[in-house]
Each structure stands twice: as structure tokens, then as C-alpha cells.
């Protein structure tokens, strides 16, 4: 599987973006999917996850009731919405596949995305 992450960019704080992350291949609803980001000089973090069967999604705190994850398997791609973005968001975003979300959260990573920047301004 190899995974193209696209829609990141520079906005000011209380924006939204929508980041999307294309899956090549026929095998992405046999996928659990996610996002993490890393900031300059901090590990790479869990931000989201999505089952790969019955849409369960999976938050960190920091993100719960702001962000939204969600799958369309007809386009194989995993989408994640970002509402009311703070300046503690800045970070190079990546999408991830595993065997399941809970796998996903534990950092069990079956393929990675390249990285795109999210630069939220104060």
C-alpha cells in the first residue's frame, strides 16, 4: 500500500483544513487507517484512527470534539478534518495504515504517508 497525503497548509488559529490521504491498491478496506503529526524537536504522536470495517474512530485528547476522521472506501482514501486549529496543532501530518485502529493507536504501523505541514498562525 503506499499513501499520498495531501491538504496540508498555513492557517490562522480557530481555521479549519481538511488533510487527505490517498491509498493506492485494492487491499484499503482491509485497513485499519490514521493520522499522526510530529512537531519540530518532539516525537511523532497519535492524533487518529478509523477501523477498517465498522467506522469506529479513535481520538487523542488533545483533538477530541475538533478533529474528525472518516474513510471513503470508493475513492481509498481517509480523510481528516480539522476545526478550530490551535497553534499547539502545527506539525508535519501522517497518515498510516494498520492491521486494525487499535493497532494504530499502539503504533503498530503496517505503511506510513509522507508528511504534510500543518502551520497554524496565532
Known amino acids: 500500500v503506499q499513501l499520498q497525503a495531501s491538504g496540508g497548509g498555513l492557517v490562522q488559529a480557530g481555521g479549519s483544513l481538511r488533510l487527505s490521504c490517498a491509498a493506492s491498491?485494492?487491499?484499503?478496506?482491509?485497513?485499519?487507517m490514521g493520522w499522526f503529526r510530529q512537531a519540530p524537536g518532539k516525537e511523532r504522536e497519535f492524533v487518529s484512527a478509523?477501523?477498517?470495517?465498522?467506522?469506529?474512530?479513535y481520538y487523542a485528547d488533545s483533538v477530541k470534539g475538533r478533529f474528525t476522521i472518516s474513510r471513503d472506501s470508493g475513492k481509498n482514501t481517509v480523510y481528516l478534518q480539522m476545526n478550530s486549529l490551535k497553534p499547539e496543532d502545527t506539525a508535519v501530518y501522517y497518515c498510516?495504515?494498520?492491521?486494525?485502529?487499535?493497532?494504530?493507536?499502539?503504533?503498530?504501523?503496517?505503511?506510513w504517508g509522507q508528511g504534510t505541514q500543518v502551520t497554524v498562525s496565532s
Open positions: 491498491g485494492r487491499t484499503f478496506s482491509t485497513y485499519g
Open positions: 478509523i477501523s477498517r470495517n465498522d467506522g469506529s474512530t
Open positions: 498510516a495504515a494498520g492491521v486494525t485502529a487499535i493497532a494504530i493507536m499502539s503504533k503498530r504501523i503496517g505503511y
